[in-house]
């Protein structure tokens, strides 16, 4: 069984000559001397989208350097400023997101419709952290003693370092990067290797938007060399990262060494609970949005359908009679439901896990690699769904795929059972028309996130976002949450009675 409608990848803007790009440090772009390059390729069709610098650990202790020499400059910049200097590039990128949103298609081959959405994710959230700039707000607090104030302010950590995956090449680095600009901090960036044109054109945006040399910085390279050397730098004393699990987990021992804020996102095994009272065609709507949306390449997608058996057998049906109609191809074409996975590791590693899935469970659509013409220039799969009891490996691992394991249940109990027991707990959903479940399932689900009768991806920016169990280790991005992600408190007392006050001990005869 494959998709009824084959459309051709077209090979836009293919060149010989590849597009290059250098490190962004002090404020300069740069080619250090000698430096090896790799290229990034579009998944649809192999086209070259631009060469880059393979960063050594020196040039990423160079980054930190130039970030460590402009903090005291930046954090002095009255927040509101910043801010200023944040609609400035959220302007710019507004300007640029067509083309911005064309990029992030090509280098990884989400649809254009998505493409253009994770510009608007960014823009959003550089938005929402300008305003940031006029509030970063503190407490204050009543003193014990008489003529004693008591407060609290938002201080920058000092030099961050902002490690990106390649799913969302825009949204996810400016996540980071505005709001540990807007406190005060400096960055220093290391997109992942695959998307490092996205990430150069957002840097480019920010330069030309003003903020100062040194306050940002844009390191290319592996994770190995680039990276580690981020985190082990004792100039950086804040690792944001979004990424895989085991590779957060080696970021977190890492940093630990340090005494660093680490700070993680990690996967998902994200569950939609379909109820047997839910409106089917809703909920078919957004389950294919949910597991086939950027080819299930989120940390939100919806890899799991938990389903009432009674009804199980007519929402398949729903389900595999909407995919024979879901156009897989070139994901430039605004007509196009899924693109190709993002790159040959990608494709290589959800194939294995579609072969396992064959074994230990029964496929029931997709499960293959499209060939023939312009298949045969990229990644692209058919979207998979297997019908598995709850325990198989594909049922409670993070695939990163368009591949959908739909688990029947008996009960809600059971289906909040089978949707909590696995490591992951980023986001969920249930799909019911009984409001007292639904409050349940937001008390049960253990998960960071809860949609009702909605899928469980599109989350807005001015909410916290981030999960429980190994999608992380507690902390939350975006929304206000963001602000505390990236700044330290610091409590003052100010005591104007002109005599030594002490807490404690003199409150006791105060009165
Ligand atoms: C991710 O996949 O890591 O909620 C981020 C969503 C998007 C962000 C996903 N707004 O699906």
Redo the contacts with the bound molecule.
């Keep these: 069984m494959g998709p009824a409608v084959v459309r051709p990848a077209s090979v836009n803007g293919m060149s010989s000559k590849a597009e290059e790009f250098g490190l962004y440090i002090g404020g300069k772009w740069v080619t250090p001397r000698g430096a090896k390059r790799f290229t990034t390729m579009n998944p649809a069709n192999g086209e070259t989208v631009g060469s880059f610098v393979a960063g050594t650990a020196a040039d990423a202790a160079e980054a930190v350097a130039a970030a460590a020499k402009a903090f005291r400059g930046w954090k002095e910049t009255p927040a509101p400023k910043r801010g200023e200097i944040l609609l400035e590039a959220a302007r710019r990128m507004k300007l640029a997101k067509e083309e911005l949103g064309r990029t992030v298609t090509r280098e990884m081959g989400k649809v254009i419709s998505e493409g253009r959405g994770d510009v608007q994710?960014s823009i959003d959230f550089i938005e929402y952290m300008a305003g940031e700039g006029r509030r970063l707000f503190g407490e204050t607090v009543p003193s014990e003693l008489r003529s004693k104030f008591c407060l609290t302010v938002r201080q920058p950590k000092g030099v961050v370092a902002c490690i990106t995956?390649w799913?969302?090449p825009t949204?996810?680095p400016n996540w980071k990067i505005a709001a540990a600009l807007v406190t005060g901090n400096t960055v220093v960036f290391k997109p992942a290797s695959g998307t490092a044109r996205c990430g150069a054109e957002v840097v480019k945006i920010y330069e030309a938007a003003g903020v100062p040399p040194g306050v940002l910085n844009f390191v290319t390279g592996s994770g190995g060399v680039v990276g580690n050397a981020l985190i082990d730098d004792p100039r950086v004393r804040t690792v944001s990262f979004?990424g895989g699990v085991a590779t957060g987990r080696e970021v977190y021992v890492r940093g630990a060494q340090g005494l660093k804020m680490v700070h993680l996102?990690l996967g998902?095994k994200n569950p939609v609970i379909l109820m047997e009272d839910a409106d089917l065609p809703l909920a078919l709507d957004g389950v294919l949005f949910g597991a086939f949306g950027?080819s299930g390449?989120?940390?939100?997608?919806t890899s799991r359908l938990i389903v009432h058996e009674r009804v199980y057998d007519q929402f398949l049906g729903m389900l595999t009679a909407r995919l024979e109609k879901f156009p897989v191809g070139d994901p430039l074409d605004p007509a196009t439901g899924m693109g190709p996975v993002a790159s040959r590791d990608q494709e290589q590693k959800i194939l294995e896990y579609i072969e396992l899935g064959k074994k230990e469970a029964k496929l029931r659509y997709g499960g293959h690699k499209l060939t023939g013409g312009a298949y045969d220039r990229g990644f692209f799969l058919e979207p998979t769904i297997f019908e598995t009891p709850h325990g198989t490996r594909i049922s409670k691992e993070e695939i990163f795929g368009p591949v959908l394991s739909v688990i029947k249940v008996a009960s809600y109990d059971e289906a909040v059972r089978v949707a909590n027991d696995v490591e992951y707990g980023l986001?969920s959903s249930i799909y019911t028309r009984d409001v007292n479940r639904a409050f349940r399932a937001i008390q049960d689900l253990e998960a960071g996130?809860t949609y009702v009768n909605a899928p469980?991806?599109?989350?807005?920016?001015q909410l916290p976002?981030g999960g429980v169990k190994n999608t992380g280790n507690g902390g939350r991005e975006a929304g206000s949450a963001a602000v505390e992600e990236f700044t330290e408190i610091k409590t003052v007392f100010v005591d104007f009675s002109s005599k030594l006050q002490k807490a404690q001990i003199d409150s006791e005869t105060a009165a």
Excluded: D, K
């Design positions: 994710e995956p799913n969302f949204a996810i979004t996102e998902g950027t390449q989120r940390c939100t997608a986001s996130i469980t991806i599109g989350a807005e920016v976002f």
